[in-house]
């Protein structure tokens, strides 16, 4: 069973920077495509970006393209997302999820397609 923890959350001004991390455990973590996601008060969960198993395909929500980057660190079991230039608009709580795709140069922005869910992390942007 694959578990997933995010860190990495916090208060921040606008115009700064974080790095949320998703450390994963528990299974082969080799398999699967991650995904970023956050939840606005009162909305649903919407994706920000997603990179696959492999790495050959990451994809950005069109809000925050130029301005996140997604990563992965296989010896670490940990995927990262690298948000510059933050607004408060990105205010919410931010999750990472996992799936296992039958190709591995796969990954979605959708996330009923996911499977595994970490607890979530707190991003606020505020002066």
């Known amino acids: 069973q694959l578990q997933l923890v995010e860190s990495g959350g916090a208060l921040v001004q606008p115009g700064g920077s974080l790095r949320l991390s998703c450390a994963a455990s528990?299974?082969?973590?080799?398999?699967?495509?991650i995904g970023w996601f956050r939840q606005f008060p009162g909305e649903d969960r919407e994706g920000v970006s997603c990179?696959?198993?492999?790495?050959?395909?990451?994809d950005y929500v069109d809000s925050v393209k130029g301005r996140f980057a997604i990563s992965r660190d296989t010896a670490r079991n940990t995927v990262y997302l690298q948000m510059n230039r933050l607004t408060p608009e990105d205010t919410a709580v931010y999750y990472c999820?996992?799936?296992?795709?039958?190709?591995?140069?796969?990954?979605?922005?959708?996330?009923?397609?996911?499977?595994?869910w970490g607890q979530g992390t707190q991003v606020t942007v505020s002066s």
């Open positions: 999820a996992a799936q296992r795709y039958y190709g591995r140069s796969y990954c979605s922005t959708v996330p009923s397609e996911y499977d595994y």
């Open positions: 528990g299974s082969t973590f080799d398999y699967y495509a």
């Open positions: 990179i696959s198993a492999n790495e050959d395909m990451t």
